[in-house]
């Protein structure tokens, strides 16, 4: 679903992306770690069609982000970590504008809408500006948009910011419902113990440059010393890259 080909961003002469080469299958929850400032954002900017890479190739569902830009956006659902939502427009409102954005059949966005909410629980909060609303209900707004197309592939910078523990089972668990109902979804978080929590494959960026990347488990038996996903992690990033340029990989 997701395949990556030495993927390479600068910005002048500072390289935040180095010949990253990956793939996502189908069904797969991949957590993205890494530093601030590592290359995840870029990253995912670059997936995503809002960045253009300076080198290297992605494809999404088969189809290349730069050659079939419009395409691929039908395709996928992206969920930034500080979204835009539109203050004057009630939360039902927000919802219809998203669904005219993806030419959605008005005959379904009603009950789409009404089951999103329910879904998500700010059915009572329908008729309300979204200025008027909290940060959590509009991140379950934001969700419940997101989802409104059915996207095959979804991408997500800091899935939990600002979200109760309720909303957060929530959000866990229908992430989870999506990959098994063959959704790939490809997400960033610094909370550690999410990614332990509900990640199919973890791979972690440390300077531009892809230098893990396997299932928790595979990644624990390379790095015998660690207890947890914390300890790979501070042993990874607290050093510098290895000279040999050699990728930690579980498979």
Do not use: W
Not at 114 to 124: A, R, T
Not at 204 to 217: D, E, M, R, S
Not at 225 to 244: A, H, K, Q, V
Request: a negative charge; glycine letters at 8%.
């Amino acid at each position: 679903m997701i395949e990556i080909s030495h993927l390479t961003r600068m910005f002048g002469s500072f390289e935040a992306v180095h010949d990253m080469s990956l793939s996502i299958p189908a069904g797969e929850l991949f957590c993205f770690l890494g530093p601030n400032g590592a290359g995840k954002t870029t990253t995912i900017k670059m997936l995503t069609g809002l960045l253009r890479p300076t080198s290297g190739s992605a494809r999404i569902c088969g189809l290349d982000i730069q050659e079939n830009p419009v395409e691929v956006k039908k395709k996928i659902g992206y969920i930034p970590d500080m979204p835009f939502l539109y203050e004057r427009l009630t939360a039902t409102e927000f919802f219809r504008f998203t669904a005219d954005l993806y030419d959605i059949n008005s005959d379904i966005i009603e009950s789409r809408c009404e089951e999103s909410f329910k879904l998500f629980g700010i059915y009572d909060y329908r008729n309300m500006l979204v200025k008027e609303l909290s940060h959590g209900i509009r991140q379950r707004l934001i969700y419940s948009a997101t989802f409104l197309h059915q996207p095959e592939v979804l991408f997500i910078d800091e899935p939990l910011v600002g979200l109760d523990p309720y909303s957060i089972r929530l959000i866990k668990d229908l992430l989870k419902e999506k990959t098994r109902s063959g959704m790939s979804i490809f997400l960033t978080t610094h909370i550690l113990a999410v990614a332990e929590d509900i990640a199919d494959r973890i791979g972690i960026i440390f300077q531009g440059h892809l230098i893990a990347v396997g299932t928790l488990k595979e990644l624990l038996a390379i790095n015998g010393s660690c207890r947890n996903l914390e300890d790979i992690f501070l042993r990874l990033t607290g050093g510098n890259m290895p000279s040999d340029g050699t990728i930690n990989k579980g498979i």
